[in-house]
Every structure is written in C-alpha cells, then in structure tokens.
C-alpha cells in the first residue's frame, strides 16, 4: 500500500539534544512538506521540497533543518536552537509542489522534550 | 499572514447544515479545505482555484469568491462522521515557490 510513514509515533528528549523526525514516502510524490501543529494554531509550515535536493524555508524555520537526498525521504532536524520544540509534526507530500494537487499526511510524531 | 476562519466552533445535530468562512488579507489563487480528526492526520477535501475550476468529493461544496479574498464549505445534512476539525490552506504567490498557508481550524462537533 502506498503512503506515508512518519517514525516514531512519540518521541521523547531532553532539552538541549537535537533529535530528527523520520518521514518516508512511497508515492512517488515529488513535493514533500514539514508542518507543526500546536493547540489551537492550525498548520504552520516549517520547509517544504518540490524537488530532490532542494528545499525552502517555510513560515517557521528557525532552529529546524532538513535534508531532501531522496525522493521518497524527507527528514527533519529539531535543532537545541529550537526554543520551543515540544508539538505534533506531521509531514506530507504531493505529486507535484503546485495548487492543483493536494497534500497527503502522514500520522505525525508528537514530540516532547522534558 | 493565515487566513482567518470562522466560525471557531460550532455545535450541530445530525441532519443540519453549517458553513465554515475561510478569509484572506491577501490575492489568492487557490484555496485547500482538510478535516482532520482528533489525534489523526488531517484529510483533504477540497481545492478551488481561482478561474471556478474545483476538485475534490462529490458530497461537499464549496465557494471561493476572489474578489473578496473567501472561501466557503458548505456541510449539509450532517453526519455524525463531519465531527472534526476543519482547515483552509490558501496559497497567495501564484508563482512556482507554492506554498499552502493554513488556518487555525474550525472545531465542528456533530451530535445525535
């Protein structure tokens, strides 16, 4: 079956350690995206791909990196420079990065760091 | 800037209609409607493009007026299975950079 897969579900760390979120997909999508979701918040966007090896900053960058080596990988980096790290990261893609075709989610991971 | 939405939350029972307004400061040249349930990944529902073109499930309608930057989802006869909380994303670049910018979410709860 085709999808999305984000590793682990909760994922726990302690302050001052970087931690990276899994996202894989195997839909041959090209676009790839990171949001954050916060009670109350919505979806904010933290980097987004349209292509392997290229990616751009979203809304809320800071203290986050990404890397886009493969097309079915899109990994986050929660930096110690992240001064609030603690939410739920959902990762999604799409066939191609225009208006035309909609998002898939993965499940998300809910990150907390104590 | 996120587009606003309203109502925040809003209570139904099973069979009513509701509308959920989606409003943007900006041009929009597209306009993404998600549910998304508790704990779950958000689904989509709906894309409208400016130009009229749509695309999305046959059971759910919606507008996007451009002059006025809105969108709207219309929810008729509801299910108990509409519960969940709705998300407009607007794109407003019109360019390749596309990005969607959401907002903060409808809460629609729909009750026997």
């Known amino acids: 079956d085709g999808g999305i897969t984000q590793s682990p579900k909760y994922l726990f760390r302690k302050e001052g350690q970087n931690v990276t979120l899994s996202c894989e997909q195997n839909l041959n999508h090209d676009a790839m995206y990171w949001y954050r979701q916060d009670p109350g918040q919505g979806l904010r966007l933290i980097y987004y791909?349209?292509?392997?090896?290229?990616?751009q900053k979203g809304d809320i960058a800071e203290g986050y990196s990404v890397s886009r080596e493969k097309k079915e990988s899109f990994p986050l980096t929660v930096t110690s420079a992240q001064k609030n790290p603690t939410a739920f990261y959902l990762c999604?893609?799409?066939?191609?990065?225009?208006?035309?075709?909609?998002?898939?989610f993965g499940p998300g991971t809910r990150l907390t760091v104590l | 800037q996120q587009p606003v939405q309203s109502p925040q939350a809003v209570i139904l029972r099973e069979g009513e209609d509701a509308v959920i307004n989606c409003s943007s400061s900006?041009?929009?040249?597209?306009v993404h409607w998600y549910r998304q349930k508790h704990g779950e990944a958000p689904v989509f529902l709906m894309i409208l493009l400016k130009g009229g073109e749509q695309k999305g499930h046959d059971k759910i309608s919606a507008s996007f007026n451009e002059k006025k930057q809105q969108s709207s989802l219309y929810l008729t006869a509801s299910q108990l299975s509409y519960s969940g909380t709705y998300f407009c994303?607007?794109?407003?670049?019109?360019?390749?950079?596309?990005?969607?910018?959401f907002g903060k979410g409808t809460l629609l709860t729909v009750n026997p």
């Open positions: 999604a893609s799409s066939i191609r990065g225009d208006n035309y075709n909609e998002q898939f």
């Open positions: 994303g607007t794109e407003s670049s019109g360019g390749s950079n596309y990005k969607l910018t």
């Open positions: 791909s349209q292509i392997v090896n290229d990616f």
């Open positions: 900006k041009a929009l040249y597209s």
